[in-house]
Every structure is written in C-alpha cells, then in structure tokens.
C-alpha cells in the first residue's frame, strides 16, 4: 500500500516556539510526532515565506521558479525577469501535479502566496481540492482584515474567488477540518492522499479567540529578558547547543525588560500572550489531525512532514513600511482590551523574537540563522525509527525529493506534461531518516541565499553574509558591518557574533566565489531598490 503524506508548514513560527524545541508553551501532540521521529537542527529555508514555499513544492531554487523576490517587493530592475514573475512558474513540475498523476488524492488548505489569479492558484497548480488564503497574511477570523488595505483578503477554494468566509472562521480551525473533510471524501477509493496544510498562525496580525488567549494570561509578566534565557537554557538541556553559548545581544535602541513602564509591560504581555495561544492552538489542531488519522487506519501509512517557512517576525512592522503603517492606524483598535481581537492588527517584535530564535541572530527577513534556521521534524514509524534528532544540513528544496522517494512516484527529471522543466535540485533525505547514512549532503555541498539584496552561503560550518546598508536597520549591533561580506564558523559561533573576514581572507574569497557561482547559475537579480524589511 503507497503511503499517505501530511505536509504542515506553520507561519513565522520560532525555532524555539515547540516544546521539543524548547519551549514552555504547551505543544504535546506536535512533541509527540516530533519525538516519535528524527527532529531537524540544521534545517534551512529561504528568509522570508513566499520564496521557501516555492521551493518547498518545486525542489528547486526561488530564483529559478518565480519567487526570486516576493511578488510584493519586487523592485523595478528584477519585473519581467524570468525567475521573477511573482508566482510558481511553468518552469518546475509542482510536487502536487507530480504526486497527482501518479494516482494521489492531493489536498491543499491555508496559505498559498505562490499565485493570486485562477491560473496560479492551487487549482491550478495540482491539487484536486483547495480552500487557499492568496496572500502573504490575513486576519484570523471571518472579517478577510487584509494584511493591507484597503479591501479585503483574497481567498480561493478549488479555483474559484470567495466574497465572503463562514461566520464562524477561525483560520487554524477551519483549515483543519476543512482538510479532514477533504480527506475523509474519498477514503473509501483505497487511494493514497497528499494533503498539505499550510497554516497562517502565528503570522501576523496576531489573533486567537478569548478563551485560548486566556490560557496564557500572566504567563509571560517576567518578561522577554527572562525567557531568551529560559528558551536558550532549553535547548543547552536538548544537547542543540553546547554549555558556553550565550544569547545574542538586545538589538541597539531595543529596552531591557525593566525599563518598560508599567503600561509597556502590560502591553508586550498582552502580545506574547496572543502568540502563545496561536501556537497552542496551532498544536491542538494538529492533534485532531493525527486523530482523524488514528480513527480511520491511516495513521501508520502516513509520513509526516512539519516544517516553518523562515524565523520569527521581529521587525517593527509600522516602520518599515509605510503603507502598512497607514493601514493599522485606520483599519484597528489595537488597545490593549481589543489586542488580539478581529479588528486589531499587532505583530511579535524584536524581544520576543529574541527568544524565539535564540540564540541565533536576528530573525525573519534576514540571512543569518535567526532567520534561515527553521524547526522541521519527520515521522514515520513504518519506514524509519524515531527518537532522533539529526543535526545534517537540510534545505527545503530536499523536502519534494524525499516526498517522491517516500511515495516511490518517479522523478520527472525535465520532462513533464509535454513541457521542458527543471530538474530538482534537492536531494532525498530518506537515507538519512532510516539511518544508512549521517549527512543528505556531501561537504562540498553549499546553499545559497538572496533576498531584498540581503546575501549569505553556507558551506559546513563556514558561512557568508552580506548586510546591505538601509537607514531603517541602522545602528546594528557592534561588530556588524554592512555592504561587505561578514565570515563566521558556525560550529564555534552559532550566534554569528565574531565575523572572522580578517582573520581567513582565502576562505572569505572562496565562500564569496562560490556565492557568485551559485548567483549565476541561479539567475540572481539585486534589487536596485528594496524596502526595510
């Protein structure tokens, strides 16, 4: 019988934000999957979310398959470029038109952001049932607040446009149960399923309803100060990072914890409060997945695949971009009784964010560890034993390789459907999973990074990156240089703290060749103009 597969790909979750990743925030049934399978350190994504999507579904780079730069950002030197057309382009066979033609019920429900029209949207795209929210984010309830007005959020099921949502709409709810209605449908054919749950939590705005925001009500009155290092003190206890390694610094212009008011307090508890219980939920959720699951056989024939798209959102969100900035002040009530609510509109934050990616540097957005190291677990008890954790360096493009060794449907290699594609450029992880081998990679192996200018590759331990100066990112951290290229060893500095150019100019110029290399091959476009994000 041909395993099933469940793909869940949470939203600017934190590395840190699962238990078994090291959190305090309640994630039993996720923890179980994760510990009952082979638990990812050195997972890579792109920084930002709709490029490591494209990915995910092609196993290819996002230069190559039209998410060289998000649709929203893209500058006027990269529009009408290939590789930069804003949606998943004819160039790739996506993994869900791969798994269809070989016989597999494939479902989508959550966010797509690879496509705003019919012709690119999930229907289009391979999945035979979809309920998509287009966009980069939305509001979690049944008001569509956009991530940007004026209008309302965009949302597609099975193709077609929706005016409206069920006034009952709660995102990580709905996407569930819509998903198990999929999959419940045609149980009875005996065929294998590919169902793809992409949720939206905890993206912001960040929303729950009441009851799951009170379960988390004082939980966080010690602060952010307080849990970078609870979180870090975690994952030394995990063995994910060695006793000496320190936190990364408070971000300049950033306050301590005990320099907040009284009221500032109020209000960044308030914040993580909301979080916590869209992470919560998110886990809950989850688990009535795993239940359906179990309830109707299918539980042992499913390989599970969980990964987050980039790190935590820590940018100050209303300074950046202006047009957002305007939109909150006139779309929301962001007091502190309302935060949280339908019509408020607040994000994570630079501290917070902190302790999620702890002890990593910065966060989404960026191409440091902070914002490219996500959390990933693999479970499948049938093919492969648990209990493991693997610190082999992964990327998402080896995610569509590893789906099609899984499933055993062929590799289209660069034909498919009458059409020249691309070849997959990841690899399969399934050796490693079942334990015939350490590494996915051989140590030549080197990934590559660009986005909003922002540069980086990482070749083993050594990795490059390169900061391009904006006025709304100023002043960085002491240490930190911008426009030239920075060298680290991340086996001695996790955290990319001691920038180590001076120090080793021949590995410098050789991680900054094979930069260039990867940049060509990929048909990398610097944007002339970018934004501060």
């Not at 198990?180 to 009875?188: K, P």
């Not at 989850?286 to 695949?305: A, M």
Request: a negative charge; charged letters at 25%; glycine letters at 10%.
């Amino acid at each position: 019988m041909r395993p099933n597969v469940l793909l869940i790909v949470l939203d600017d979750i934190a590395f840190t934000d699962l238990g078994s990743f090291g959190s305090e925030i309640p994630t039993p049934n996720m923890d179980a999957l994760a510990r009952g399978g082979v638990i990812y350190t050195g997972f890579h994504v792109s920084p930002t979310c709709s490029p490591t999507r494209a990915m995910l579904l092609s196993g290819n780079d996002s230069h190559l398959v039209g998410l060289g730069n998000m649709a929203e950002e893209l500058a006027p030197n990269q529009q009408g470029k290939s590789g930069y057309e804003g949606y998943l382009n004819l160039r790739v066979a996506a993994l869900p038109e791969v798994l269809r033609d070989a016989g597999y019920h494939t479902y989508m429900t959550g966010k797509w952001h690879l496509g705003l029209t019919r012709e690119t949207s999930p229907a289009a795209r391979g999945f035979e049932k979809s309920f998509a929210m287009l966009q980069g984010g939305a509001g979690a309830f049944s008001n569509m607040l956009p991530i940007v007005g004026p209008g309302k959020a965009k949302y597609r099921e099975d193709g077609k446009l929706l005016e409206s949502l069920p006034a009952d709409f709660y995102s990580t709810r709905f996407y569930t149960e819509k998903m198990i209605e999929y999959m419940q449908a045609n149980l009875a054919d005996d065929r294998p399923f590919f169902a793809y749950v992409a949720y939206t939590s905890p993206h912001w705005p960040l929303q729950a309803p009441e009851e799951s925001i009170a379960r988390h009500r004082g939980k966080y009155a010690e602060g952010y100060d307080v849990l970078v290092e609870r979180r870090l003190q975690r994952l030394k206890e995990l063995g994910f990072f060695a006793p000496g390694v320190s936190a990364y610094p408070r971000l300049p212009g950033e306050k301590a914890w005990d320099e907040l008011s009284e009221q500032e307090k109020r209000v960044e508890q308030r914040r993580m409060e909301i979080y916590a219980a869209m992470v919560e939920d998110l886990d809950i959720y989850i688990g009535r997945l795993v239940i359906w699951l179990k309830e109707t056989g299918q539980y042992d024939n499913t390989f599970i695949f969980l990964m987050a798209d980039n790190g935590p959102e820590g940018h100050h969100l209303h300074r950046g971009w202006e047009p957002l900035a305007k939109w909150m002040a006139e779309c929301c009530d962001n007091s502190l009784a309302n935060m949280g609510h339908a019509d408020s509109y607040i994000w994570y934050g630079p501290n917070w964010g902190a302790a999620g990616s702890t002890p990593r540097r910065m966060y989404k957005g960026f191409t440091s560890q902070g914002g490219v190291n996500a959390p990933a677990f693999a479970h499948f008890p049938k093919r492969f034993s648990g209990g493991r954790v693997t610190q082999a360096i992964t990327h998402v493009m080896d995610v569509m390789p590893t789906i099609l060794a899984v499933t055993g449907v062929a590799n289209p290699d660069t034909r498919f459907r009458d059409r020249d594609v691309l070849p997959m450029a990841g690899e399969s992880m399934l050796t490693m999973l079942e334990g015939t081998t350490d590494a996915v990679h051989g140590p030549e192996y080197a990934m590559g990074w660009e986005l909003l200018a922002k540069r980086g590759l990482r070749q083993g331990d050594w990795k490059i990156i390169y900061e391009p100066f904006h006025e709304l990112r100023e002043p960085w951290p002491k240490g930190i240089k911008t426009n030239t290229w920075q060298l680290y060893n991340l086996a001695e500095d996790p955290g990319e703290r001691h920038d180590l150019a001076d120090n080793h100019p021949e590995k410098l110029r050789q991680l900054i060749k094979a930069w260039e290399e990867y940049a060509a091959q990929n048909g990398v476009v610097i944007p002339e103009v970018s934004s501060g994000y």
